[in-house]
């Protein structure tokens, strides 16, 4: 199916949506669907020492049961081994190939090290194909390198970012995502995160420099059902659609409103706007929550 690589003239994209893919309106699945153009990602099959088969769960916990609904199906996988902590230290890696990840929204990069050994890591945004990169407890801020929060610059953006020393990359993995470093205080670096909200970290955490790759993935339009099943998405019943004994916005004659003065889930309980978070051990380092948007 022909494709237009450009989205300048599509008024269903903003402008900012570059290097998107947009299909021809053949049908009306096809009118306004997208993709990210991973043209420019290397075409190659995924290193075979890093990957595993990966087992589908379908949305069932440790005891079999159901514990998310809506999942199941969905096109065969391998599991690429990401190394989120990157404990390689003082040992200069070459970039080998970008490859795209099914299991995550950002791409991926295959790092080899002068030792010889291969590692995924999560490809920041500008990073291509040959660049060295290091890891060290104080390096050259420069995309790609990876170091303690206390010896990057303030206003560096920065991802892959650890709660603990040592603990490995657990903030900003997810695609076009980045941190601000505010302030450099005491024993701890003030981080503004994609949400607005102000936490501590560690100094002695470590961090990588840049953005997080794929920026365009928020701007994929599904376009079909058909897609989304492919991805492991099952259909979805709307509550209102219900009996009154299946779902809380169930019955009425017609098409009737829910009757509560707010919506709420399968099992009662409130939903949308209602916050979750509670009793976290990291709750002592938030400065500032995120603002309502």
Known sequence: MAKRTSSSSSP????????????????????GMSKVD?????????????????????????????TVRHRGGGAK?????????QKKL??????LSLEYDPNRSAFI???????????YILAPQGLKVGD????????????????????????????????????????IR????SAKILVQEGKFTQLEMPSREIRKVSQECFATIGSVSNPEHRFIRIGKAGRAYHMGRRPSVRGVAM?????????????????????????????????????KWTDKYVIKRRQKK
Request: hydrophobic share 30%.
């Open 12 to 31: 269903s994209l903003p402008s900012e949506a570059r290097f998107m893919k947009i299909y021809k309106p053949t049908t009306s699945a096809r009118r």
């Open 38 to 66: 991973t043209s420019k990602l290397t075409k190659k099959r995924p290193e075979k020492s890093l990957v595993l088969p990966l087992k589908k769960k379908a949305g069932r916990g440790f005891s079999g049961r159901i």
């Open 77 to 85: 996988r391998l599991y690429r081994i990401i190394d989120f902590a």
């Open 90 to 95: 003082n040992i200069p890696g070459k970039i």
């Open 109 to 119: 990069a295959l790092v080899e090290y002068q030792d010889g050994e291969k590692k």
């Open 132 to 171: 060295e990169i290091i890891f060290a407890e104080k390096t050259e801020i420069k995309i790609g390198n990876r170091t303690k929060l206390k010896n990057i610059p303030v206003g560096t953006e920065v991802y892959n970012i650890e709660i603990e020393p040592g603990g490995g990359g657990k903030l």
């Open 174 to 177: 997810a695609a076009g995502s």
């Open 243 to 279: 009996n009154p004994k299946d779902h809380p916005h169930g019955g009425g004659e017609g098409r009737a409103p829910i009757g509560l003065s707010r919506p709420k889930t399968p099992w009662g309980k409130a939903a949308l706007g209602v916050k979750t978070r509670k009793r």
